[in-house]
Nanobody
Framework: QVQLVESGGGLVQPGGSLRLSCATS????????MGWYRQAPGKTRELVAT???????VYADSVKGRFTISRDIAKNTVYLQMNSLKPEDTAVYYC???????????????WGQGTQVTVSS
């Protein structure tokens, strides 16, 4: 059983900052990767950043240099520090985690409930 809880969204002015958090809880699993996706009004969901357990972080070109993804392994929590926010960053941000359940060979993906980020003056 895996549960994800997101927090940290809100309204911010252009150039401002927000920090999103996503805590994963449950038992009998190991995390392969954690990441953030977003869906703007009228658009499809897109990758923002991912941090694999055994690989390099990956960022969308549109957020490189402004966003930073990090992970607290002990707490099974992933963060997204968002700086220099732009109006085009406005979207619902979703946490995603890929896990391998104990005793299973396959990887399962879970989604958070989403948190609204609005960048407006």
């Amino acid at each position: 059983q895996v549960q994800l809880v997101e927090s940290g969204g809100g309204l911010v002015q252009p150039g401002g900052s927000l920090r999103l958090s996503c805590a994963t809880s449950g038992s009998d699993f190991s995390i392969n990767a954690m990441g953030w996706y977003r869906q703007a009004p009228g658009k499809t969901r897109e990758l923002v950043a991912t941090i694999p357990s055994g690989g390099s972080t990956v960022y969308a070109d549109s957020v490189k240099g402004r966003f930073t993804i990090s992970r607290d392994i002990a707490k099974n929590t992933v963060y997204l520090q968002m700086n220099s926010l732009k109006p085009e960053d406005t979207a619902v941000y979703y946490c995603n985690v890929r896990v391998r359940l104990v005793g299973r060979m396959y990887v399962t993906s879970y989604w958070g409930q989403g948190t609204q980020v609005t960048v407006s003056s």
